[in-house]
């Protein structure tokens, strides 16, 4: 597949008859296949007697009508298939050219019966599921069409349900219908469209109010804003505004040698989702973790993954790991990560619960159901599989060090790895293209032994690698692992001129340490008056209140 956007001059590849009629100035402008599934949702309802309801005929009603829907040109059928396995011809319409020169052709395919969202299940998703594979090979890509309550469920759900995807599936709704003057229907489907028309994000996606998100990472945050999404703990994937802007170091590409497939089941009826508050009683846990058939918990906790201290919380939580039911530990907190920060969080990992780090509620628990639908994966498989990244829905941190020693660095830690190794071979050339190619400041970031890049420089004997990080801003003042500053290690390891470089540039001791270093290096003089003024360019002071990885 061609990866990449207009601006870069490789527009989405299309295997049909790219070129369809002459645009305003004679060229030949290329269309892009996109089906429309319509599943329902506020987008396509019309008032009732008892307020919103789901109603049909979308294309005819919303569609031909609209310039920037339909250019006017004579309908063609495109061959859809059904849920029967038969192949139909849907009535299509196109937009006018864009800006990229390129139409958007696209059928709709409507569900029967349309849904209020807030009615889908795990048998809607798979259907949504099995429309995509049949039409995999007849479309570019898939806009879904979807009432918001349920959207991000949706939207997880089939992240998880589909592997090795090649094209982009948008799902988006609206807030207010399309029969509404007022509406952001419009908008949100004509954005998808020319998303999905010009654009080859391989990814489950959920745009809404022109942002573009990962859909295991996007929760509906506003029940009445147009802005009524957005994904907390990860950047959206793009915008689109006059220009439509992705951000292609974001976007997850398939990377096995695998074919496109979809999982059709999800165990929905052995999961369940409990949100803890203060005073809640053993016994409810309990009454849930009871359920016949109960074999994954979604445990909502406080802040940073914290419940109740009370050992018979605790006991009743422990005999459900011990039952084999799949507990995973998610914040309540809109945004932030569970992790091992305080001692409550940490008993409940002991006990066997599984940190979900920073997943929303939605992704945990259809990633759950996912993987409890897949015979082949043992309660051990799937405990390790629910604190891992599979679709990008969570993000692996310091966490990974804690539950899982043996998975993949994250990319950061593998940076500071490379960044270590190169210091100690005193190699500056590597250490040079390891910065280059970071697009973050690695120079105030801890590796795996707790120690920055500075620390360890100050024990080098090459001292242009020490100068080179305080020139670009390395913090003089971070501790490491052991609360120790990069001058304490100069010093401790006796290299004056590592100490006088440092002191230049703003370091110093604690009193108590000071002691220790005239132990080790006689000659200096260790008063802390003495300490020289800044010489070093552009510096910043970070902040000494920082958590260090520990293992
Ligand atoms: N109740 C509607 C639904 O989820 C809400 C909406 O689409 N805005 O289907």
Same mark, same amino acid.
């Given at each position: 597949?061609?990866?990449?956007?207009?601006?870069?001059?490789?527009?989405?590849?299309?295997?049909?008859?790219?070129? $369809?009629?002459?645009?305003?100035?004679?060229?030949?402008?290329?269309?892009?296949?996109?089906?429309?599934?319509?599943?329902?949702?506020?987008?396509?309802?019309?008032?009732?007697?008892?307020?919103?309801?789901?109603?049909?005929?979308?294309?005819?009603?919303?569609?031909?009508?609209?310039?920037?829907?339909?250019?006017?040109?004579?309908?063609?059928?495109?061959?859809?298939?059904? $849920?029967?396995?038969?192949?139909?011809?849907?009535?299509?319409?196109?937009?006018?050219?864009?800006?990229?020169?390129?139409?958007?052709?696209?059928?709709?395919?409507?569900?029967?019966?349309?849904?209020?969202?807030?009615?889908?299940?795990?048998?809607?998703?798979?259907?949504?599921?099995?429309?995509?594979?049949?039409?995999?090979?007849?479309?570019?890509?898939?806009?879904?069409?979807?009432?918001?309550? *349920?959207?991000?469920?949706?939207?997880?759900?089939?992240?998880?349900?589909? *592997?090795?995807? /090649?094209?982009?599936?948008?799902?988006?709704?609206?807030?207010?219908?399309?029969?509404?003057?007022?509406?952001?229907?419009?908008?949100?489907?004509?954005?998808?469209?020319?998303?999905?028309?010009?654009?080859?994000?391989?990814?489950?996606?959920?745009?809404?109010?022109?942002?573009?998100?990962?859909?295991?990472?996007?929760?509906?945050?506003?029940?009445?804003?147009?802005?009524?999404?957005?994904?907390?703990?990860?950047?959206?994937?793009?915008?689109?505004?006059?220009?439509?802007?992705?951000?292609?170091?974001?976007?997850?590409?398939?990377?096995?040698?695998?074919?496109?497939?979809?999982?059709?089941?999800?165990?929905?009826?052995?999961?369940?989702?409990?949100?803890?508050?203060?005073?809640?009683?053993?016994?409810?846990?309990? /009454?849930?973790?009871?359920?016949?058939?109960?074999?994954?918990?979604?445990?909502?906790?406080?802040?940073?993954?914290?419940?109740?201290?009370?050992?018979?919380?605790?006991?009743?939580?422990?005999?459900?790991?011990?039952?084999?039911?799949?507990?995973?530990?998610?914040?309540?907190?809109?945004?932030?990560?569970?992790?091992?920060?305080?001692?409550?969080?940490?008993?409940?990992?002991?006990?066997?619960?599984?940190? /979900?780090?920073?997943?929303?509620?939605?992704?945990?628990?259809?990633?759950?159901?996912?993987?409890?639908?897949?015979?082949?994966?043992?309660?051990?498989?799937?405990?390790?599989?629910?604190?891992?990244?599979?679709?990008?829905?969570?993000?692996?941190?310091?966490?990974?060090?804690?539950?899982?020693?043996? *998975?993949?660095?994250?990319?950061?830690?593998?940076?500071?790895?490379?960044?270590?190794?190169?210091?100690?071979?005193?190699?500056?050339?590597?250490?040079?293209?390891?910065?280059?190619?970071?697009?973050?400041?690695?120079?105030?970031?801890?590796?795996?032994?707790?120690?920055?890049?500075?620390?360890?420089? *100050?024990?080098?004997?090459?001292?242009?690698?020490?100068?080179?990080?305080?020139?670009?801003?390395?913090?003089?003042?971070?501790?490491?692992?052991?609360?120790?500053?990069?001058?304490?290690?100069?010093?401790?390891?006796?290299?004056?001129?590592?100490?006088?470089?440092?002191?230049?540039?703003?370091?110093?001791?604690?009193?108590?340490?000071?002691?220790?270093?005239?132990?080790?290096?006689?000659?200096?003089?260790?008063?802390?008056?003495?300490? /020289?003024?800044?010489?070093?360019?552009?510096?910043?002071?970070?902040?000494?209140?920082?958590?260090?990885?520990?293992?």
């Amino acid at each position: 597949p061609a990866y990449g956007s207009p601006q870069h001059g490789s527009p989405t590849q299309s295997s049909f008859p790219t070129f $369809d009629g002459p645009g305003e100035d004679g060229h030949s402008v290329a269309e892009s296949r996109v089906l429309i599934i319509m599943t329902g949702g506020t987008i396509c309802m019309r008032m009732g007697k008892d307020g919103y309801v789901p109603a049909t005929g979308f294309l005819d009603a919303y569609l031909k009508p609209r310039p920037s829907f339909n250019d006017g040109s004579p309908t063609k059928c495109l061959p859809v298939m059904t $849920d029967d396995e038969t192949e139909v011809m849907l009535e299509s319409l196109r937009t006018p050219p864009s800006k990229h020169a390129r139409r958007i052709r696209y059928a709709i395919l409507e569900f029967n019966p349309l849904l209020d969202s807030s009615s889908i299940n795990a048998k809607g998703w798979g259907e949504i599921a099995k429309s995509i594979k049949r039409n995999y090979t007849l479309f570019d890509a898939f806009v879904i069409l979807h009432g918001t309550d *349920s959207l991000a469920y949706t939207s997880s759900a089939l992240s998880f349900m589909i *592997s090795n995807l /090649g094209k982009s599936i948008i799902l988006t709704g609206s807030q207010a219908p399309m029969a509404e003057l007022h509406n952001d229907a419009t908008d949100n489907l004509l954005g998808s469209l020319i998303i999905a028309g010009h654009y080859m994000v391989p990814e489950v996606c959920l745009f809404f109010n022109h942002r573009l998100f990962r859909g295991n990472r996007a929760t509906k945050s506003n029940a009445h804003d147009f802005r009524a999404f957005s994904s907390p703990n990860f950047n959206s994937l793009g915008k689109v505004g006059i220009s439509t802007n992705i951000k292609w170091n974001l976007v997850n590409r398939p990377s096995t040698l695998a074919p496109f497939s979809v999982q059709t089941s999800l165990s929905t009826a052995h999961v369940a989702c409990l949100r803890i508050f203060p005073g809640i009683l053993p016994e409810m846990i309990e /009454g849930i973790l009871a359920l016949e058939n109960l074999r994954g918990l979604v445990l909502e906790t406080f802040g940073a993954g914290n419940m109740p201290e009370d050992e018979r919380l605790m006991t009743v939580l422990r005999k459900g790991v011990d039952n084999g039911i799949v507990i995973v530990n998610v914040t309540q907190c809109i945004t932030g990560s569970v992790s091992p920060l305080y001692a409550s969080g940490t008993a409940l990992a002991r006990a066997g619960i599984v940190f /979900g780090l920073d997943m929303t509620t939605e992704a945990a628990l259809t990633k759950l159901s996912c993987l409890l639908a897949k015979p082949e994966l043992t309660v051990t498989d799937i405990r390790r599989q629910m604190s891992l990244s599979l679709r990008g829905e969570l993000t692996e941190q310091s966490a990974t060090s804690f539950s899982h020693p043996n *998975s993949l660095l994250p990319p950061k830690l593998s940076r500071l790895t490379a960044l270590a190794y190169a210091i100690k071979k005193g190699d500056q050339k590597s250490i040079s293209s390891v910065l280059k190619e970071s697009n973050e400041f690695l120079l105030n970031e801890f590796d795996y032994s707790g120690n920055t890049p500075l620390h360890l420089a *100050s024990t080098c004997r090459n001292i242009d690698i020490l100068r080179d990080f305080l020139s670009q801003g390395a913090s003089v003042h971070l501790r490491n692992g052991d609360g120790r500053t990069p001058l304490f290690l100069a010093a401790d390891a006796g290299i004056e001129v590592n100490v006088s470089l440092l002191r230049e540039s703003g370091a110093h001791l604690h009193t108590e340490e000071v002691e220790h270093a005239k132990l080790k290096l006689k000659t200096l003089k260790w008063d802390q008056e003495s300490v /020289g003024s800044l010489q070093v360019p552009n510096k910043v002071l970070y902040p000494v209140t920082c958590t260090l990885p520990r293992c």
